[in-house]
T-cell receptor, first 112, second 116 residues
């Protein structure tokens, strides 16, 4: 019951912005969009999340379309250490919806 | 501000043995989750605790698996009579219940189990 669709892989040049798309066309009104990444053999790392408005933190920016059916994670200046699998997840804060449902994610390779 | 810690980081065991993993969540986080990740796949949910109560268990959690969180702080995950198919990374995450929106789960480094 995949709720999100992401490209399998993408390359990015070091120092350039990396734009990672995610489609979540069946998102419901109270579901948040979360982004995590997982560097090889490590636990997933939280990046950012949002509901309707665009969000920015020290790691990335999250742009959510007005209809909320898709979003883009932006890494403003990719470095080699940003090479990882990036997961886009939708999740409701309802009290009985606890888990994160990870899909296959996007394997991002940052090249020098 | 220490993150989620898990011990051991690696465990190699023989088929049929029992193993136990420990997770220490971020201090004051009342929610704790266990996930399992096999090679090439995303993490899959196993079970969830709110304080000391185990509120949800995945169908992946067979009767050989048991998880506890006795005092609402650290948690243990035990696998009895391990099988080769149990070889995986076992991940723990914690979060602080947030009634005003959505809580964020923070993950530990994982315990990699290899069953020979």
């Amino acid at each position: 019951d995949a709720k999100t669709t992401q490209p399998t892989s993408m390359d990015c040049a070091e120092g350039r912005a990396a734009n990672l798309p995610c489609n979540h066309s069946t998102i419901s009104g109270n579901e948040y969009v979360y982004w995590y990444r997982q560097i090889h053999s490590q636990g997933p790392q939280y990046i950012i999340h949002g509901l309707k408005n665009n969000e920015t933190n020290e790691m990335a920016s999250l742009i959510i379309t007005e209809d909320r059916k898709s979003s883009t994670l932006i890494l403003p200046h990719a470095t080699l250490r940003d090479t990882a699998v990036y997961y886009c997840i939708v999740r409701s804060p309802r009290s009985n919806d606890y888990k994160l449902s990870f899909g296959a994610g996007t394997t991002v390779t940052v090249r020098a | 501000d220490t993150g989620v810690s898990q011990n051991p980081r690696h465990k190699i065991t023989k088929r049929g043995q029992n193993v136990t993993f420990r997770c220490d969540p971020i201090s004051e986080h009342n929610r704790l989750y266990w996930y399992r990740q096999t090679l090439g796949q995303g993490p899959e949910f196993l079970t969830y605790f709110q304080n000391e109560a185990q509120l949800e268990k995945s169908r992946l959690l067979s009767d050989r698996f048991s998880a506890e969180r006795p005092k609402g702080s650290f948690s243990t995950l035990e696998i009895q009579r391990t099988e080769q198919g149990d070889s995986a990374m076992y991940l723990c995450a914690s979060s602080l219940e947030y009634r005003g929106g959505s809580d964020t789960q923070y993950f530990g480094p994982g315990t990699r189990l290899t069953v020979l």
